[in-house]
């Protein structure tokens, strides 16, 4: 006849036994449900609802893509407006800031070199978001008042000398202004993409 401790062990022996089972069992349906089955209910979801949004908000130009309207863009030419200023270059993989502190002498030299340069540009005080880099360097957009105070220069780039034609830029910038929300949250903004590309489309002979 066993004894008690023999008992013992062949009870441990039974709820390890147990508890591994159970334990692998979870794992198998914890990697089925997180790993597969939600991540194929969400893509499927996505793909229904918010098929643009899913796939990176890309904007084509004759089927083409050129960006996304969520990722800032380096605009040089100067028959565009252009984006805030980046720390990472517009690179979207290692989005960030500078994290320089407002007393840095490298940030101080950075907004000195970037006042030169809008001024000679533009001539006026430019607007802070034309100075200084967003948080993740990759801010699609400009303040309004930002996009008017390249409007002139835009203008006189692409030859659009007449009060009209102005109005049109005007326009363009009003239209491409998104409002803050429900009136107190966030600010008034212009994406940049999307201006521009819509600045070609203004600027190219329509074919008759």
Not at 59 to 65: D, I, R, S, T
Not at 167 to 185: C, D, P, S, V, Y
């Amino acid at each position: 006849m066993p004894g008690p401790y023999n008992c013992h062990i062949g009870l441990g022996k039974m709820i390890k036994k147990y508890m591994l089972g159970t334990s692998l069992r979870m794992i198998v349906w914890m990697t089925l449900l997180t790993g597969f089955l939600y991540p194929l209910l969400i893509w499927i979801a996505a793909q229904g609802f918010w098929y643009e949004k899913a796939n990176g908000s890309l904007v084509y130009v004759e089927e083409v893509a050129r960006g996304s309207r969520w990722i800032g863009q380096k605009f040089h030419d100067v028959k565009y407006f252009w984006s805030r200023p980046s720390a990472i270059d517009y690179n979207p993989l290692p989005s960030g800031g500078s994290n320089l502190s407002p007393t840095s002498a490298v940030l101080k030299a950075q907004v000195e070199e970037r006042t030169k340069m809008q001024q000679a540009a533009h001539g006026g005080p430019p607007p802070s978001d034309l100075l200084y880099a967003s948080g993740s360097g990759l801010d699609p957009h400009i303040s309004p008042h930002a996009a008017y105070y390249q409007l002139e220069r835009v203008a006189k780039a692409r030859g659009l000398d007449t009060e009209e034609e102005k109005n049109k830029l005007k326009a363009l910038i009003e239209k491409f202004t998104k409002r803050t929300l429900w009136g107190f949250i966030g600010d008034d903004r212009v994406n940049v993409l999307l201006l521009n590309q819509a600045l070609d489309e203004l600027s190219t002979p329509s074919k008759s």
